[in-house]
């Protein structure tokens, strides 16, 4: 599975972005689907994750009520809509992909493919 992640970019607080990830192959519904992020000098951490068909969804605390992790899977296209952004959001965002079985989807191990990162900066 290869992944492309787009749609980041710069915007002010309380702005919004929509970023896209588009999955190769044929086998993308088999995969629960997962947003990161990563800071400069910071660990790469969870955001969303989606499971197989779309019906559950999962979301770190710093993100929910204000971030929206959706799926296509007709179009292989996970997607996170990004509301209300602030400062502390500003990150390189990463899709993932992984056969994740055992419900840790907030652990990065948990994923076997990863996009190349989209940059993310929210203005004060």
């Known amino acids: 599975v290869q992944l492309q992640a787009f749609g980041g970019g710069l915007v002010q607080a309380g702005g919004s972005l929509r970023l896209s990830c588009a999955a190769s192959g044929r086998t993308f519904s088999l995969y629960v689907m997962g947003w990161f992020r990563q800071a400069p000098g910071k660990e790469r951490e969870f955001v969303a994750a989606i499971n197989r068909n779309g019906v559950s969804t999962y979301y770190a605390d710093s993100v929910r009520d204000r971030f929206t992790i959706s799926r296509d899977n007709a179009k292989n296209t996970v997607y996170l809509q990004m509301n209300s952004l602030k400062p502390e959001d500003t990150a390189v965002y990463y899709c993932?992909?992984?056969?994740?079985?055992?419900?840790?989807?907030?652990?990065?191990?948990?994923?076997?493919?990863w996009g190349q990162g989209t940059q993310v900066t929210v203005s004060s």
């Open positions: 993932a992909a992984g056969r994740i079985y055992s419900g840790r989807y907030s652990n990065t191990d948990e994923y076997n493919y």
